[in-house]
């Protein structure tokens, strides 16, 4: 546990920085992100968040918590879900809301402020949202579901809309286009009308997966249309788009 209410203590971020070397994050991050980033990094109405809502990767976001306490229907998918206690989830949570602020912490040219003003508020806006996702995980388990790309727990279009955060092209250091393809598949299976996918580029990166046009126009002949449309929402230094994928 932190020391501070707004930053993790030092020796946090020096634990971290002998974990994670200078090119990466390292073991991919589960992160917390809230409903008010989603709004912005997805172009949400209020319109869209009266839809069926499916966040594959949920990780530990406050989306399907938020959602539904709004008397939407959300569902969280992940990985991360299987065999972890709320407890553990909860602590890994911390962990990695820790991790993620002190890499921010070391990595100032990779980011803009003006969705947080400091790491210190990015900080803040994280461990908030995090705690959510772990009451609502505690109270209705039900809504997160342990499944992994390329391959969900669901049947067909029963999903209105799904989002798809930082996973995709995010993690592109590790996952590679054949991943990357089936996956978007995968999300297009699931639902009956729409997929946004968050951000276009690698963690680290300032331009976008090289391999986007190859994988839209490979999406085009499985007849799924894709839009790359801007975003108010840069955290990321070039993490401004997203791609609208639908049938
Ligand atoms: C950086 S987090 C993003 C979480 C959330 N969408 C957000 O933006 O805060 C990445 C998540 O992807 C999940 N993940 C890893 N492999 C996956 C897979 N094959 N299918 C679905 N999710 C996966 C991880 O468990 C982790 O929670």
Known sequence: MPHGDFSPDNRACAVASTAVPDSGIGRMLVSSRSLAEYRAMFGLTDGDL?????????GAASLTAEVNSGGGDATACDPVYAGSTAEELAILTQVDTDRANCYVRAHPEQYRWDVFADPDDHYRSRRI??????????????????????????????????????????????????????????????????????????????????????LRTELAKAKVTTRIVEVDYEFQVGGNQMLVCAR
């Open 50 to 58: 009266r839809r069926r809502i499916l966040d594959c990767p949920g």
């Open 129 to 214: 949202a995090g705690a959510r996702f772990a009451a609502d995980r505690r109270a209705h388990p039900g809504r997160y579901v342990p499944g992994a790309l390329p391959d969900l727990p669901f049947g067909e279009s029963g999903f209105d809309l799904v989002l798809s955060s930082h996973l995709l092209f995010t993690f592109a250091d590790r996952l590679d286009y054949a991943f990357h393809h089936a996956g978007v598949l995968e999300l297009m299976r699931v639902t009956r009308t729409e997929l946004r996918i968050f951000p276009l580029l690698a963690m680290g990166a300032t331009a976008p997966y090289p391999h986007l046009e190859q």
